[in-house]
């Protein structure tokens, strides 16, 4: 009977037991970091005198301090319009061009389709970081091929990393780097669809585009919305593109995007606190942001499932 129970008993506890290391890890590498930011965001230092000598600076309890700095710094602010600018770029463009591919290796004419699928989503397996350098070195006149063949052929050579175009060589980046793995989601959805589906379309005399845009792209529906969630997602965190291409033009601030703020305040000045405050912000914004939509999406569903 005891060795029964201690049986019973391993088998209850078998999935908690697989659970335990990455509840552990997530635990050590992501709930407690998070807390600790929070915390820090509702501290400051205080300077007694001139700052010098034990028990000069201390840190203390500071409220909503730090958040009401956050919320009326206009940095921060025009960081986010930018980024906001950015992303009304880039994401459209990105699952537009996802979605175009999913659909063209998804045909029946297609050749050469593993290369094809290959060649698209080799992109998003280069480091974002090498990716900036990469296209930033293309976007320099002085060094770069495009800029030397636009002289050749008398053609005006733009300064892509200056003013507006600016916007358009970071989403270029964006784009060139994530539209593979947005395709293989939403190609992976359409090779899920079942072939008698498509078998009836043609018998009810439907063309490949009409098939394309009546039944293919509604039933990838819930891969479209998934990918417009990680692309929201990826757009409000964008630092890397802008910090890589900064020492390669005056036209990128230390305060480019929201996280770059973050970033220069916490490492460079040294107000952590502050830095934290704005973290908390930038990541309720995009919580509340994805929640909202996901659960517009879901209503939408609901309404069309009911019809």
């Known amino acids: 009977m005891t060795s029964a129970r201690r049986t019973s008993y391993g088998v209850k506890g078998a999935p908690y037991a697989f659970l335990l290391p990455a509840t552990i890890l997530f635990a050590l590498f992501?709930?407690?970091?998070?807390?600790?930011?929070?915390?820090?965001?509702?501290?400051?230092?205080?300077?007694?005198?001139?700052?010098?000598?034990a028990g000069a600076r201390k840190e203390v309890w500071a409220g909503l301090d730090n958040y009401t700095a956050a919320f009326t710094d206009s940095e921060l602010l025009d960081g986010t319009l930018r980024v906001l600018g950015y992303g009304c770029i880039v994401v459209p463009v990105m699952l537009g061009l996802a979605l175009l591919f999913a659909l063209m290796l998804d045909s029946e004419k297609v050749r050469l389709a593993p290369f094809t699928r290959l060649a698209i989503f080799l992109p998003y397996a280069i480091p974002g970081v090498v990716a900036a350098l990469l296209w930033g070195f293309l976007y320099l006149p002085d060094v770069s091929p495009f800029y030397y063949v636009l002289g050749e052929l008398g053609l005006p050579q733009p300064d892509l990393l200056d003013g507006g175009p600016l916007y358009l060589a970071l989403s270029n980046i964006a784009v060139w780097g994530g539209t593979g793995f947005n395709m293989i989601v939403i190609y992976t959805a359409l090779r899920a669809i079942p072939v008698e589906v498509y078998e009836a379309a043609k018998l009810d005399g439907a063309t490949p585009l009409q098939i394309a845009l009546r039944i293919k792209i509604p039933m990838v529906a819930p891969s479209l919305v998934l990918t417009f969630f990680f692309s929201i997602i990826a757009t409000l965190q964008v630092?890397?593109?802008?910090?890589?291409?900064?020492?390669?033009?005056?036209?990128?601030?230390?305060?480019?995007?929201?996280?770059?703020?973050?970033?220069?305040?916490?490492?460079?000045?040294?107000?952590?606190?502050g830095a934290s405050a704005q973290a908390v912000i930038i990541a309720l914004a995009t919580l509340l942001l994805s929640f909202g939509f996901l659960r517009a999406a879901n209503r939408r569903t609901k309404r069309e499932a009911t019809r």
Do not use: C, Q
Request: glycine share 8%.
């Open 239 to 273: 630092f890397s593109e802008p910090t890589t291409l900064k020492p390669l033009t005056n036209s990128v601030s230390t305060t480019w995007s929201p996280l770059m703020k973050v970033y220069r305040d916490a490492f460079r000045t040294g107000d952590v606190h």
């Open 30 to 53: 992501f709930a407690l970091p998070i807390g600790y930011a929070v915390w820090l965001s509702f501290r400051k230092v205080k300077v007694s005198g001139l700052g010098l000598g």
